[in-house]
């Protein structure tokens, strides 16, 4: 591979603490150097020189909640659209949820998917393992085999584990090959029939609500258990106040646990669904107010450890319902970074910690080569303008679903270049 030279961007690594006007050398896909003492030395013999003055250069994005539709459900995404709506989002690394169809969890389906991202890809592409047969939540599926075969977690995707009884077993079997178990919430009698967040708003449109203890007492019951049993574990998705205190107490309790939230819930609250538009029918679903602010403060003051799209495509046969039948959930790849950097320009959250939770830490805690430009790390980059405006348009959306709870927003900060083991996987016109 020819060397590859980024000349005098401003460096944000917080694997290092950098930030700083800089170059980054990349040679055979990784990283050689990077930072303002390269600034002045002279490229390697042959390297493409690529001018990033006035741009940011980052770890490339690590999303940890990526639904795709291949096998089964092809028309809503694929392996090679998801890469492609990812590389323009500067998102380097996904990792794919279970839920397919058939569900991931035999060796053959792991490396199937590891098999079609080889093919088709441009981003690394990494398969979860389901943690239960079929997702079915009562027989737990062969955690070693699947981590050997390329599984990096262990997730329902969806899907909650009811039996506390399971999720003990699958903590501690989990635990003995090192593996992290990543799980969304949500108690399944308690939350009913809602589709939204229970409170006035849900009564003035007249749709059934779902509290947030239905999230938090399976998260507690969780959050016990992964104490009792010194198992790895993430709370994949959280958007209440109250669970975001449940995280903080066990971790004051020295047990080995993370938090994830949507980029969703920090962006968007209960009253984005106004008129009954599908496209805000997520899961988690979209909160009060205080419990936005209390993400966010959550996520600034490390109770929360990472942000995820929760990419999750789906057609305008599940969409163009009544909101009652519509299906969960929205894309997000191509917007994480922009939305995120919301945060960053009204000063809630500084940049090196938006750049930490979006790459470095779910790198950290799941064990993912990326989410650093240290010497010897894969050159997966992202080059971006900050200040860059534009607008979220349909036509644009390089997903082959549409449905973004983003259409129309008007975003500061833009992905210019994607890189992915030092090769250009998408370049702005």
């Known amino acids: ?16 603490n950098l930030d700083e006007t800089g170059s ?16 002045n030395q002279g490229a390697p013999d042959g390297a493409e020189i690529i001018d990033c003055a006035g741009l940011t250069i980052i770890p490339g994005l690590i999303d940890t909640s990526v639904h795709i539709g291949e096998p089964g459900a092809e028309h809503r995404e694929t392996i090679a659209s998801a890469s492609a709506a990812a590389a323009a989002g500067g ?13 991931i969890d035999d060796v053959s389906l792991v490396e199937f998917v590891l098999r079609t991202a080889r093919d088709t890809a441009t981003v690394n592409v990494l398969p979860t393992g389901a943690v239960t047969k079929a997702l079915h939540g009562s027989e737990m599926t062969e955690f070693g085999l699947l981590k050997q075969a390329g599984a990096v977690f262990f997730t329902e995707g969806r899907k909650t584990i009811d039996n506390a009884l399971v999720m003990r077993r699958a903590l501690t079997y989990a635990r003995d090959f090192g593996a992290v178990i990543a799980h969304e919430t949500q108690d399944r009698d308690l939350a009913s029939s809602g589709v939204m967040n229970e409170g006035l708003f849900a009564s003035w449109l007249g749709l059934p609500g779902s509290p947030r203890e239905a999230e938090a007492i399976p998260l507690e019951r969780d959050l016990m258990l992964a104490r009792l049993t010194g198992g790895l574990y993430h709370a994949a998705k959280i958007s209440a106040a109250m669970s975001a205190r449940a995280i903080r107490r066990a971790k004051d309790d020295g ?7 949507s980029i969703n819930n920090l962006a968007l609250n209960e009253n984005d669904i106004g008129e009954y538009r599908t496209f805000f029918r997520l899961s988690p679903p979209l909160r009060a107010e205080d419990d936005r602010l209390a993400m966010i403060e959550a996520l600034r003051d490390g109770t929360i450890d990472i942000v995820t799209s929760a990419h999750d495509p789906q057609d305008v046969d599940t969409k163009r319902l009544p909101f009652a039948e519509a299906a969960s959930g929205a894309i997000g790849l191509e917007t994480l970074l922009a939305v995120a950097l919301r945060l960053h320009h009204n000063g809630d959250v500084g940049l090196l910690r938006l750049v930490e939770v979006l790459s470095t830490n779910p790198a950290k805690r799941f064990g993912i080569a990326g989410g650093t430009l240290i010497t010897g790390a894969p050159a997966d980059i992202a080059i971006v303008d900050l200040d860059a405006p534009w607008v979220v348009s349909e036509a644009d959306i390089v997903s ?16 210019m270049r994607t890189l992915v ?6 370049a702005q016109e």
């Open 255 to 261: 047990a080995d646990v993370t938090a994830g939230v």
């Open 91 to 103: 998102v380097t690394t996904i990792a794919m949820m279970p839920d397919t169809d058939p569900v």
């Open 400 to 415: 082959l679903s549409k449905n973004t709870s983003f259409e129309g927003a008007r975003l500061q900060g833009r992905v």
């Open 24 to 39: 980054v050398v990349i040679l055979d896909g990784k990283i050689a150097d990077a930072g303002a003492s390269v600034l």
């Open 421 to 426: 083991a030092g090769r250009t996987v998408f």
């Open 1 to 16: 591979m020819k060397p590859v030279v980024l000349k005098g961007g401003r460096i944000v690594d917080p694997s290092q």
